[in-house]
């Protein structure tokens, strides 16, 4: 739960100054969600692309930590599809048709396809269902792993086929919905080219959940959801894992001092031992040195030089005193 959540706040956009957050759901209007957002937020910023990093309502979890009471103080709203509908359109924008390149590579490679591989709808479904369900790439994962649904009840969740009601939410706060779709698939109007008995019950069993939780049929002829949101919103779940995450990210510190201050310990106690070594070795060098100095001076060499130094050492009295 902690890991998917770490990973799983990165999926919220939120404005602080509407008091709202956004859930992001790819593949069910989130491109269309994030670019009025931000034009609402920071229009002069905007530069048409809206999952740039520098989107303004994206925020670090440390970020979140220090807004947390305010965070879920403010109304949060995400957008579902159907899923028949919606993971067609994943399949086809991101592997068949190609449209986007970097999720397609990538999913090659955690499968261990090859590149030039040719996948069909039901094996794409085949092989997602083999994956962990939150390991799956956001795109194909389930939408209540995407919207965050073990530990957020938003206030509003919007249904893509009825765009005019998300429409009417955000105008609530003073935001207008834009359409945002570059790469539209037209899957809603395609489901009868693609759905089998086999994939149909492929994608019953995958999202299970979504069609339970957001109010879609398991009916391939009735795509539009059949029941409305009308639950309270329920956060108390993020902000328990917030406070956890803070204190997690204060004993984190409290261990990189002690770290800190062990090492210096450490660097000091090396330092005092290395001075206690070369104290030692000045001293044996001095007592080796006071050992030969008075070796010399009981030498018979050094009694029969004695007239000779006293003589210099009267001499050279003489010179200093001239």
């Known amino acids: 739960m902690i890991n998917h959540l770490s990973k799983g706040v990165a999926s919220l956009c939120y404005i602080p100054g509407k008091r709202l957050c956004f859930v992001s759901n790819p593949k069910a209007g989130c491109s ?36 947390r009471e305010n965070l879920c103080g403010s109304s949060f709203f995400t957008v579902v599809r159907n899923p028949y509908v919606r993971i067609l359109s994943a399949y086809l924008e991101k592997i068949q048709d190609r449209y986007d390149h970097n999720v397609r590579l990538q999913f090659l490679a955690r499968y261990g396809l090859s590149k030039d591989r040719d996948v069909s709808f039901e094996d794409f479904l085949d092989i997602i269902a083999t994956d962990s369900p939150d390991q799956v790439d956001p795109h194909f994962a389930s939408q209540h792993i995407n919207t965050l649904s073990s530990v957020i009840t938003p206030a509003f969740v919007g249904h893509l086929e009825r765009f005019d009601r998300v429409a009417e939410f955000l105008s ?66 993020l902000h328990s894992f917030l406070v956890e995450a803070e204190l997690r990210n204060e004993n984190r510190d409290l261990r990189k001092s002690r770290d800190n201050l062990l090492r210096a310990r450490d660097d000091l106690l090396k330092e005092r031992d290395s001075l206690q070594n070369e104290r030692n070795e000045y001293r044996q060098l001095a ?28 001499a050279k009295s003489s010179r200093e005193g001239d």
């Open 32 to 67: 269309s969600i994030k670019e009025s957002l931000w034009l609402a937020e920071a229009p002069e910023t905007y530069d048409g692309a809206p999952h740039a990093p520098n989107a303004p309502f994206k925020v670090t979890l440390d970020g979140l930590l220090a807004d």
């Open 172 to 237: 609530a706060f003073g935001i207008a919905l834009r359409r945002h779709a570059p790469h539209a698939t037209g899957a809603h109007d395609r489901v009868s080219q693609f759905f089998t008995r086999t994939t149909l019950s492929s994608v019953e069993k995958l999202y299970e959940q979504d069609f339970e939780l957001f109010g879609y049929e398991r009916d391939i002829n009735r795509l539009a959801p059949i029941a409305d949101w009308t639950r309270q919103q329920d956060v108390s779940k």
């Open 287 to 314: 007592a080796r040195l006071n050992a030969q100095l008075s070796a010399t001076r009981a030498s018979t060499s050094w009694r029969i030089t004695a007239p000779l130094r006293a003589a210099a050492a009267l």
